[in-house]
């Protein structure tokens, strides 16, 4: 079955450190969704990316989905203490939607103050 | 406030018990989830239901049984469960198709 999978798992950064983590799914996708869930929290929607190449950004944070739509990354300029949490992505396989979205398996940052 | 409530919060319950997990969305959405997150794997997705009719499962074991009654409600009903079971039980909902999942705050399992 469809695989995703995030790398780093683990990021600790200095406070206004840049901070990147990648998606790789094992398949084509249709999308890439992208989630933040703060510790202790449940996952919060980010953003979705739907065409090949696409770039996407919101204030300090830059989505890519790759030109082959298999993987895909996140980058946050310049890390503050309300980065802090997981970053998931979840893509769906070509042709289907979120019926079968799968989660990649997250990658946990932390802010060195 | 999500727009998707789940209770309870927290449940503590030995192999033998039956209990439910409930959710309610109040976002007019047409899909519900339910999410299996533990410590060691990335989020799983259980079942899924479209209008009230199941779509998708995951082969999750027969001892969890989902049930949807209309578009803004879904059960999960836990019997006899393991150990192994325990972890946070997340539902969510959006409109059919792909798209924002909204997600409720979980429901925390442990099972003895």
């Known amino acids: 079955g469809q695989q995703v999978m995030q790398i780093p798992q683990y990021q600790h950064v200095q406070e206004g450190e840049d901070f990147t983590t990648y998606c790789n799914s094992s398949t084509t996708l249709s999308n890439i969704q992208w989630y933040k869930q703060r510790p202790g929290g449940h996952p919060v929607f980010l953003i979705q990316l739907v065409k090949s190449g696409e770039v996407k950004k919101q204030k300090r944070l830059t989505f890519q989905f790759g030109e082959a739509k298999k993987n895909s990354s996140l980058h946050i300029t310049a890390t503050q203490t309300t980065d802090v949490g997981t970053y998931f992505c979840a893509g769906s396989e070509e042709n289907f939607g979120n019926e079968k979205l799968t989660f990649g398996t997250g990658t946990r940052l932390t802010i060195i103050p | 406030e999500t727009g998707v409530t789940q209770t309870p919060r927290h449940l503590v319950m030995g192999m033998t018990n039956k209990k439910s997990l409930k959710c309610e969305q109040h976002l007019g959405h047409n899909a519900m989830y339910w999410y299996k997150q533990s410590a060691k794997k990335p989020l799983e997705l259980m079942f899924v239901y479209s209008l009230e009719e199941r779509v998708e499962n995951n082969s999750v074991p027969s001892r969890f049984s989902p049930e949807c009654p209309n578009s803004s409600h879904l059960f999960l009903h836990l019997h006899t469960l393991q150990p192994e079971d325990s972890a946070l039980y997340l539902c969510?909902?959006?409109?059919w198709g792909a798209g924002e999942l909204f997600f409720g705050e979980g429901s925390r399992l442990t099972v003895l």
């Open positions: 969510a909902s959006s409109q």
